[in-house]
């Protein structure tokens, strides 16, 4: 790996979802040296569960798994997230398997057992999808483009500057353009470890709105906010 790989990667958080723990922890172990973060579940739902609650850069998970298999847990997030690179792993080679993970829209299949070399070479396509992903234009007016990597956003090719609350609050519905972002994601995301006030949020937004050249941001009230 080059010394410009690994530095992305250790800027990225991975979920590895795997039911045989010694598997599991050896892996996770190994990968834990090159990565932020590697959140580890036993089963689908325990991975599903982690990944709402996380948002990972990068997926990986075994197929045969308790309570939720690994199919039906990236049927789970494709259902709302196109984008996030997802490695699929096991120790079988059904076609009925492969055929399902290619129309899931996977980075790579990978059979058991994984040798880390190949699983590197996979990280580096994914860290490609990455950084094409992470310079998107906005559904609601293709006028607007953010780049992740650079936390720059743009109308038009002019930049709008955002401060670093403003920054959070636009990039969680930025991820959630689909739906509406309540007030309770806006505490645990954008506030983090600080009180969210009333008047704390609507300053934020308000001010916000000023620096926006037109009206992208609705608010439902009782409930939060989404792209109109």
């Known amino acids: 790996m080059t010394k410009e790989i690994i530095e992305k990667l250790q ?9 045989e723990e010694g598997i599991r922890k050896n892996i996770a172990d190994s990968l834990g040296y090159y990565v932020k973060e590697v959140l580890e579940a036993s089963n689908g739902q325990e991975a599903y569960e982690l990944y709402v ?5 990068i997926i990986m998970t075994d197929i045969h798994m ?5 199919i039906e847990f990236v049927k789970k997030v494709r259902e709302t997230d196109k984008t996030t690179p997802i490695i699929m792993i096991t120790a079988y080679t059904d076609k009925e398997y492969l055929f399902q993970a290619i129309e899931l829209k996977m980075e790579k299949y990978i059979v058991k057992p994984i040798e880390l ?60 353009q689909n739906r509406m972002v309540t ?34 941001i609705f608010n439902l009230s009782g409930i939060g906010y989404r792209f109109v």
């Open 66 to 70: 308790p309570i939720l298999n690994g």
């Open 117 to 176: 070399d190949v699983l590197f070479e996979v990280f580096k396509k994914c860290l490609d999808t990455i950084a094409f992903n992470n310079n998107i234009l906005l559904g609601v007016d293709i006028d607007y483009s953010y780049d992740y990597d650079k936390k720059e956003l743009k109308y038009k090719k002019e930049i709008i500057l955002l401060n670093k609350k403003e920054l959070s609050f636009f990039e969680l519905l930025i991820q959630n």
């Open 11 to 19: 800027s990225l958080t991975l979920l590895y979802a795997e039911d």
């Open 183 to 216: 007030y309770e994601e806006l505490q645990t995301k954008v506030w983090i470890d600080d009180i969210m006030t009333d008047s704390a949020l609507r300053s934020l937004v308000r001010n916000l709105r000023k620096k926006l050249p037109t009206d992208i």
């Open 53 to 57: 609650q996380k948002r990972p850069d």
